[in-house]
């Protein structure tokens, strides 16, 4: 039956001219959007990969057994009304402002799926306020000849990269070899997730480091960084023959379940023991891939929901050790969300979050903060160098070792900090940051988790704000702009990353110490209360 529908959405769709282009690996944010598509309709993940219709509008398309949808950004609404227009024909095509949602495929016949495609479709990514609007029925989702502009990536469904044929879940075709750029990626989505068995269409199923080098090479960039992924085998050779034959068990046990094998290898990199990894297997096992990305982290993606958040009104920089340990240690993440009733809370809002209270209080006071209450006085941030040390302290889990650039008397230049920022961020390394405002009174701490491009190709960067564990996409203008609006807070004074000694990236040099900065006068008011010390 699976054949049979997909079958009938390359029959449907074949008209249409190939005009779209794949523009780069999906982010973290369209994969999770893929991901609740297939949830939603209760199917197998498919392919999901960022599209541009000839520069008229940027996108993320997503390929399921039995539907295509995708999510058109263009410059103007007039644009984006008369695409849809042009496509009314094609499929169901909703305009909404500058954006269009085109879903096409024998599950826009059946009125329950288009419902739940509808309403994912337009979930996790960003959207403007204006209300959705219908511009072709239902109904005429299943054919009709392309017309003008008629979108070219429907018609490429099931396409690779290249126009190479892929393998649709459910099919008996072995799946072939693709260019080595992403081509594990690529094959894993092909395949709706079944385990990638052999780098050569029939080949046998690899064993040992080759086992673990395959998985390394299949995991999405989004979910394991570059970083992440280069000290996976550094710790697969570490282990004793005993556990790396262990390990070899627990991938081949988890081998049709990416989404879990994807955080045992996170796990290994982070120097996680085999039982705290067979433990974290147990705990994913049969969860969905976006209930182990919510649990498996303590930040969260854009409009996905807060992470973890301080409980105490100077604890951000402690806040922030706590969040990074969870970027890159799965197990770490999972244990604290289970042993806390709630880590996006506060202990204001309700109790159960005392072993996050505890760690975050240690890390605080023992790095010369004071504790107190969030919305009291008398409490004390962290100064920047007991803040890096802090962060350092996590090198055996990160594999990172922080220098400072920039200090609150001698603000970064924003250019310097956007250019530090996207590198480390494309590299898988996550980026802590001091931001204040024009004043310099008191400060905050923050961390870029990753990055991506808009449809004008600038960088934005999503910033993880631990006062109220949530996290935001700003763009690289509001940071020149020294505009951020990150928690009150306008501009960027330092940024924490790893140094990349070359010739033309000479090693930073760490600032002397400094004592934590406490307000010499009020803050500008603002819209909630904010921690007073810099870094705190």
């Known amino acids: 039956m699976r054949r049979c529908l997909w079958a009938a959405l390359v029959a449907t769709l074949a008209l249409a001219p190939v005009a779209v282009a794949q523009t780069g690996d999906p982010t973290l944010d369209e994969q999770v959007y893929a991901r609740l598509l297939a949830d939603r309709l209760g199917v197998a993940p498919g392919r999901v990969d960022r599209v541009d219709h000839d520069g008229r509008a940027r996108g993320v398309q997503v390929a399921l057994p039995g539907l295509v949808a995708e999510r058109l950004r263009f410059r103007t609404p007039g644009e984006a009304e008369a695409w849809a ?94 260019d080595a750029h992403g081509s594990a990626e690529l094959l894993r989505h092909h395949l709706g997730g079944e385990a990638l068995r052999g780098l050569a269409a029939g080949g046998p199923a690899l064993q040992g480091r080759e086992a673990v080098a395959a998985a390394v090479a299949d995991v999405a960039p989004a979910v394991v960084g570059a970083h992440q992924r280069d000290r996976v085998l550094p710790a697969y050779d570490a282990l004793s023959p005993e556990d790396r034959a262990a390990f070899d068990g627990l991938l081949a046990e988890y081998a049709d379940q990416p989404a879990v094998r994807d955080q045992l290898l996170r796990g290994l990199a982070s120097g996680n023991s085999i039982e705290d990894l067979a433990w974290l297997g147990g705990e994913l096992d049969g969860k969905s891939p976006l209930w182990i990305r919510g649990n498996t982290r303590l930040t969260a993606p854009a409009r996905e ?169 700003v763009p690289a203008q509001r940071i020149r702009d020294q505009d951020i609006g ?10 924490m990353v790893e140094p990349t000694p070359s010739p033309e990236r000479p090693r930073l040099v760490p600032p002397p110490p400094m004592e934590p900065l406490q307000l010499r006068e009020p803050v500008r008011p603002l819209p909630r209360p904010l921690e007073p010390a810099t870094g705190g």
Request: hydrophobic share 35%.
């Open 305 to 473: 929901g807060p992470g973890v958040q301080q409980q105490f009104q100077d604890s951000c920089a402690a806040t922030t050790v706590q969040a990074l340990r969870g970027e890159y240690d799965p197990v770490y993440a999972l244990r604290t969300r289970q042993a806390n009733a709630d880590v996006s809370t506060t202990p204001v809002e309700g109790a159960g979050n005392d072993p996050l209270s505890r760690e975050q209080r240690t890390i605080l006071e023992e790095n010369g903060g004071v504790a107190v209450a969030r919305g009291e006085v008398g409490g004390r941030g962290l100064g920047y160098e007991p803040w890096r040390a802090a962060l350092n302290e996590l090198d055996p889990q990160t594999g990172l070792e922080f220098e400072q650039v920039g200090e609150h008397t001698r603000p970064i230049e924003p250019d310097r900090a956007i250019d530090l920022m996207e590198r480390n961020l494309e590299a898988g390394r996550a980026v802590p940051l001091a931001i204040s405002n024009a004043t310099g009174m008191g400060g905050h701490a923050v961390m870029a988790t990753s990055t991506r491009r808009d449809a004008d190709g600038q960088p934005e960067f999503l910033i993880y704000d631990p006062w109220d564990g949530r996290s935001t996409w």
């Open 85 to 178: 227009q042009a496509n009314a024909g094609r499929g169901h095509v909703e305009v909404r402002g500058n954006q269009v949602l085109a879903l096409t495929g024998p599950r826009t016949a059946d009125a329950e799926s288009l419902a739940r495609a509808r309403e994912a479709g337009w979930d996790v990514l960003p959207a403007p306020a204006a209300a959705a609007r219908v511009v072709s029925p239902p109904a005429d989702s299943r054919g009709g000849a392309a017309g003008p502009g008629a979108p070219a990536s429907l018609g490429d469904a099931g396409r690779g990269r290249g126009g190479r044929g892929a393998t649709p879940a459910g099919s008996d075709a072995a799946p072939q070899v693709q």
């Open 486 to 495: 990150v928690a009150g807070w306008d501009l960027i004074t330092a940024v």
